[in-house]
């Protein structure tokens, strides 16, 4: 079957349907082989409730090649889906190292979610992963790292989070800046208490409003990130969370005189596909799916305002 030569800036080359075949998954061949509309099997082994309305769900293939053989860079995600209902994209937030299981984390908001949420152990889910691109760890490399997240946007920075700091020597000095509307709203409380009581990285948990018993730090991300003041000098910042969250803390940046080169987000909630055919994920020319999830600013102020 010929191959499609259509290719994105970078390099990276976008999926059409002369690439699709029956025979083999996504997970099991990869993104240019095989049917990528069909998903792996896998069963949930855990779930975690991590806010009311937010659930960790621990999954693990069937296929134990599959599972032994399955990497992801930080920052790509995965299609979680209910046979019968549908699928939706959801970042991949388990450590990179761990070969047991994926994470995913779901916030309970539309018809997918919610029979995502009625999942129990034991039960099968379909999950097409690896998609999009990741961060670009690589490159961070001796620079400083302030990762600046809001409710579940954290779960799209987890994954890179666990990536610098299991290999913390690699990176000069990290910051996590984490908010949310109340403190049962802050997701991976185990992680922050990690995070916090930690002397080689700087945590700092923030909840919008005054809350019976909590004693930390009280205010919007973008303000106590102004609070904060970074000093820009061989720094990256990579931010996620609510879109009005993501806009305020762009222009706190800007005030802090960070770069559009020094700034990374991610959008995977554009994705519907995820392999680049449906063309709903569009930027301009940008399709999320293949040429992100994960950009900087820079490539983001050539593109259409989306933020």
């Not at 999950?127 to 302030?146: M, T």
């Amino acid at each position: 079957m010929a191959v499609n030569e259509q290719t994105a800036s970078g390099g990276k080359r976008r999926l059409t349907f002369a690439d699709v075949r029956q025979g083999a998954s996504t997970a099991r061949a990869g993104r240019l082989a095989g049917n990528p509309y069909l998903p792996e099997i896998a069963t949930v082994v855990e779930i975690i409730q991590e806010t009311p309305n937010i659930k960790s769900f621990r999954v693990r293939f069937d296929d134990e090649e599959v599972m032994k053989n399955f990497s992801f860079a930080p920052g790509q995600v995965g299609q979680l889906g209910i046979f019968g209902v549908g699928e939706a994209t959801f970042a991949i937030n388990s450590s990179t190292s761990e070969k047991d299981y994926l994470q995913f984390s779901v916030m309970k908001a539309g018809e997918v979610t919610r029979a995502l949420h009625e999942l129990n152990v034991g039960d099968k889910v379909g999950v097409r992963a690896p998609l999009g691109c990741g961060f670009p760890v690589e490159a961070w490399k001796g620079k400083k790292i302030l990762y600046i997240m809001g409710g579940i946007g954290s779960a799209a920075l987890r994954a890179t989070i666990n990536y610098t700091l299991e290999r913390r020597s690699d990176y000069d000095e990290i910051t996590i800046l984490y908010g949310a509307r109340s403190p049962e709203d802050l997701t991976y409380k185990y992680n922050i208490e990690e995070w916090e009581a930690r002397d080689d990285i700087n945590a700092v948990i923030t909840v919008d409003r005054e809350f019976p018993g909590w004693n930390k730090r009280v205010g919007f991300v973008p303000a106590v990130l102004e609070e904060l003041a970074p000093n820009p000098a061989n720094t990256f910042a990579i931010t996620c969370g609510p879109p009005i969250m993501i806009k305020f803390v762009l222009q706190s940046l800007q005030k802090l005189q960070f770069a559009d080169d020094q700034i990374y987000t991610t959008l995977e909630k554009r994705m519907k596909c995820g392999i680049g055919i449906c063309g709903r994920c569009n930027l301009g020319p940008k399709y999320v799916c293949v040429d992100g999830p994960v950009f900087s600013m820079a490539e983001l102020r050539e593109l259409p305002d989306e933020l």
